[in-house]
C-alpha cells in the first residue's frame, strides 16, 4: 500500500496553510500504516515549494509545472492529478479540501476507477488498513469507516493536524510529462472586494458569530440595524476577524425583515453553513436554536454575548458568557479597540 498527497501551489508559489496541514495529518497517516508516501504538486512551479518541504519524509517528490496549472480549472486539475496518482501508484491519496480540490476530486476518482470521500476529519490505521472519520446528517454524527476500493481519495478538512513545519532542503523533484489538448476556456482575471470589505477570514484568530438578535427591538423598543451593522464592521475592521451568523440571520431578508446588508449564506456557521475552527470564537445576540450551535462546536475557546442568561447558544456551548446588552459591549470594545 502507498500513499500519495497533492496539493497546488499559491499565486506566490507556495502552499497554503491548509495544504500543510493537509501534509502533516499524512505523514502521520502513512506513519501508522508503516508505509511510505510520495508527495505530488502541481502549479506554474512547483519546485520550491516541493523544497520548503523536502523533509517531510516523503520517498518521492512528483511535480506538474507550467502557465496552464497556476489556475483553478477542471480540465487541467483532473489531467494532472490522475497523472500524478498514476505515476506514484498510489493506493491512497490525500489532498487539502480546497475548493480547487473538492470540485475534481469525484472526477479524477471515476477516471481511476477508485472512490473519493470529502470532509474527512480523522485517518487512522487499524490492522493495515486505512480508517477516515467524518461527520454526516449536518454534523450530527461521526462515523468512522474503511473501505476496499482502491485507490481511495480523501479530501481533508482544515484543522485536523498542526500546520507541518520542517527544514526546507532539495527534493529532488521528478517531473511528469503532460500534455493537455488546446483549452477552450481561459483565466482573464480575478475580482475580488477590498481588503477592508472582507468579512470571511479563515485564517483569522477570532470567529465573530452575529444572531438574529441584532436586528430585533431593543430595550427601547426601536430597530437599530443601521447602528448594529456600524458597530460590527468596526470591530471586524479593527479586529481583523472573521464573520459568521445563524441561518435565521442570513433568512430573515426573505422574510421582509430588516437586515445587515453584508452577511450572506457565504456567512452561515452550522446547519447548511460551515463548520469553522478558528482558535476563539465570540457569539453575539444569538437565539440559541441547536442546528446553528453544530458549526460551533470546533472553535477552541468560546464566548457568548447575550441578555438571556438561558440562551441555548451560550449555555452549555459557550466557555465564558457575558450577560449584558451586546450593542452596548461592542461599542466599548471598538473604543478600546482605537
Known amino acids: 500500500m502507498s500513499t500519495l498527497f497533492l496539493a497546488h501551489t499559491e ?84 489532498v487539502p479540501a480546497t475548493s480547487r480540490w473538492n470540485r475534481v476530486l469525484p472526477g479524477v476518482a471515476h477516471r481511476l476507477g477508485g472512490r473519493a470521500d470529502t470532509h474527512v476529519t480523522g485517518l487512522a490505521a487499524a490492522a493495515g488498513q486505512p480508517q477516515v472519520s467524518r461527520w454526516f446528517y449536518r454534523q450530527r454524527m461521526e462515523a468512522t469507516f474503511t473501505r476496499s476500493t482502491r485507490p481511495w481519495l480523501l479530501a481533508l478538512e482544515g484543522g485536523i493536524a498542526p500546520a507541518w513545519q520542517g527544514a526546507a532542503g532539495c527534493a529532488h523533484a521528478e517531473a511528469v510529462a503532460l500534455t493537455l489538448p488546446a483549452p477552450r476556456t481561459s483565466v482573464v482575471g480575478f475580482q475580488a472586494p477590498a481588503s477592508d470589505q472582507q468579512t470571511i477570514r479563515p485564517d483569522a484568530d477570532l470567529l465573530f458569530v452575529t444572531g438574529a438578535g441584532w436586528t430585533k427591538k431593543q430595550a427601547d423598543g426601536q430597530v ?7 458597530l460590527i464592521l468596526d ?40 463548520t469553522p475552527r478558528h482558535a476563539k470564537g465570540l457569539a453575539t445576540c444569538c437565539h440559541g436554536e441547536e442546528p446553528h450551535t453544530v458549526g460551533w462546536r470546533f472553535i477552541g475557546e468560546r464566548r457568548a454575548i447575550s441578555l438571556d442568561a438561558n440562551c441555548g447558544w451560550a449555555r452549555g456551548k459557550a466557555d465564558i458568557l457575558y450577560v449584558a446588552d451586546a450593542f452596548a459591549v461592542m461599542k466599548k470594545v471598538n473604543e478600546l479597540l482605537g
Open 11 to 94: 499565486a506566490d508559489g507556495t502552499l497554503a496553510k491548509a495544504a500543510l496541514e493537509a501534509l502533516a495529518a499524512t505523514v502521520q497517516f502513512a506513519a501508522a500504516l508503516g508505509t511510505p508516501f510520495s508527495v505530488g504538486l502541481i502549479g506554474d512551479n512547483p519546485g520550491p515549494a516541493a523544497d520548503a518541504i523536502a523533509s517531510c519524509g516523503a520517498t518521492r517528490f512528483l511535480t506538474i509545472s507550467g502557465a496552464a496549472f497556476a489556475q483553478a480549472r477542471y480540465a487541467s486539475d483532473a489531467a494532472a492529478a490522475e497523472a500524478l496518482c498514476r505515476a506514484a501508484a498510489a493506493t491512497v491519496v490525500t
Open 224 to 230: 437599530k440595524v443601521g447602528e448594529a451593522g456600524t
Open 235 to 274: 470591530f471586524l475592521r479593527l479586529s481583523r476577524s472573521s464573520l459568521g451568523s445563524t441561518k435565521s440571520l442570513v433568512d430573515l431578508g426573505g422574510e421582509g425583515q430588516a437586515i445587515l446588508p453584508f452577511l450572506s449564506h457565504l456567512n452561515q456557521v452550522g446547519q447548511t453553513g460551515s
